[in-house]
């Protein structure tokens, strides 16, 4: 399992950010952490990830553990190589390289023999990468840029995968491949902690979700109450299933019911 307890972070040593997080993503699971701009989603990624000293960030309180060893003392390298991979909000790819250089640097610190399983795999699951793996990768389209920051990701075989608004930016029909391909990735066995503005994509697909505000978890349940909920189907998912909606599209997500005071 991989658990975040109690967790506080400050950045600049003044900036309360995240207050008495905890959450978790146990083995194999898809887990939906949800909320607004701003809510703290992608700073628990970044304390995940050791990606917090980046941003003049620091963990204050509580931890994170995976299989119940620490590892919030790790740096972004070790946390990779103890099984977790990050794809970030923006997908950060190398624009200048080519399809299959941006895979093998997602491998660097794998052997060769590695490398080769990893984009075998890679080329399985994206099928259009396998096409363009000489092209530069800066000419893809938004959709294949994402496919291509997830494959790279991928490359180094990680136990869990956190994934940072994977849908931003695309049209209905790539949101519906790129949420399938999630679900595949999973059912290969990798533990997924899905950030996502769309809602109801995440709730679709996930096992349980946590609902965050202005730093704090505020509720979280199995995602097929939280699909259910009034008051999430109110402020985040649209006023009736029938206009569903994501996070950026609600004005008034900020006239709370009585469950977030």
């Not at 995602?223 to 569903?244: C, M, Q, T």
Request: net charge neutral.
């Amino acid at each position: 399992m991989l658990a975040v307890k109690n967790l506080d972070v400050v950045y600049e040593d003044v900036v309360l950010v995240l207050k008495n997080v905890t959450l978790q993503v146990p083995a194999g699971a898809i887990v939906a952490l949800l909320g607004a701009n701003g809510a703290g989603k992608t700073t628990v990624l970044r304390a995940i990830t050791g990606l917090l000293d980046v941003h003049r960030g620091s963990i204050t309180r509580g931890g994170i553990t995976l299989d119940d060893e620490p590892l919030h003392h790790l740096d972004a390298p070790g946390t990779v190589a103890a099984g977790v991979g990050q794809v970030m909000e923006g997908r950060r790819i190398f624009t200048e390289l080519t399809v299959e250089e941006n895979l093998r640097i997602g491998g660097h610190a794998a052997d060769r023999r590695s490398v080769a399983v990893g984009l075998e795999r890679a080329y399985t699951l994206f099928p259009v990468l396998a096409e363009r793996r000489r092209q530069v990768a800066g000419y893809l389209s938004g959709g294949e840029q994402q496919m291509l920051a997830i494959g790279r990701a991928l490359m180094s075989r990680p136990r869990y995968l956190l994934l940072d608004e994977p849908s931003l930016g695309l049209a209905p029909r790539l949101v519906q491949h790129i949420k399938d391909l999630i679900v595949e990735i999973n059912r290969q066995g990798t533990g997924v902690l899905l950030v996502e503005q769309n809602a109801s994509m995440a709730l679709s697909i996930a096992s349980h979700g946590y609902v965050m505000e202005t730093g704090k978890v505020v509720m979280d349940a199995p995602a097929e109450v939280l699909r259910a909920n009034d008051d999430i189907r109110e402020f985040y998912l649209g006023l009736s299933e029938e206009r569903a909606v994501s996070f950026r599209d609600v004005k008034h997500y900020r006239r709370r019911k009585r469950w977030l005071s």
